[in-house]
């Protein structure tokens, strides 16, 4: 069973920075990609950036392209998004999610970590 388990979450003014962790477990893990998302209060769950894990492509939502970068850790496990220049709204619950094909949806998420950005 693959397990995500999502830190670093927190309260940051805006102009700051912040860095969230994905640790992922699982026997024989292997994902094909890795995403984050992110849900506002009163809205939809929406995609911030992904990650391909063998090659390291990536691709972002415009609203953060510039700002944020996803990176990962094979030999960890574990993928990182570096988040400069907060703005309040990147107010969200930040989830990180794994596939194990190159398309489709992701069958595996973690539990979420809280990011607040004070004006």
């Known amino acids: 069973q693959v397990q995500l388990v999502e830190s670093g979450g927190g309260l940051v003014q805006a102009g700051g920075s912040l860095r969230l962790s994905c640790a992922a477990s699982g026997r024989s893990f292997k994902p094909v990609t890795m995403g984050w998302f992110r849900q506002a209060p009163g809205k939809e769950r929406e995609f911030v950036g992904s990650?391909?894990?063998?090659?390291?492509?990536?691709s972002y939502a415009d609203s953060v392209k510039g700002r944020f970068t996803v990176s990962r850790d094979n030999a960890k496990s574990t993928m990182y998004l570096q988040m400069n220049s907060l703005k309040p709204e990147d107010t969200a619950v930040y989830y990180c999610?794994?596939?194990?094909?190159?398309?489709?949806?992701?069958?595996?998420w973690g539990q979420g970590t809280q990011v607040t950005v004070s004006s």
């Open positions: 990650i391909s894990w063998s090659g390291g492509s990536t």
């Open positions: 999610a794994a596939r194990l094909i190159s398309f489709g949806s992701y069958p595996y």
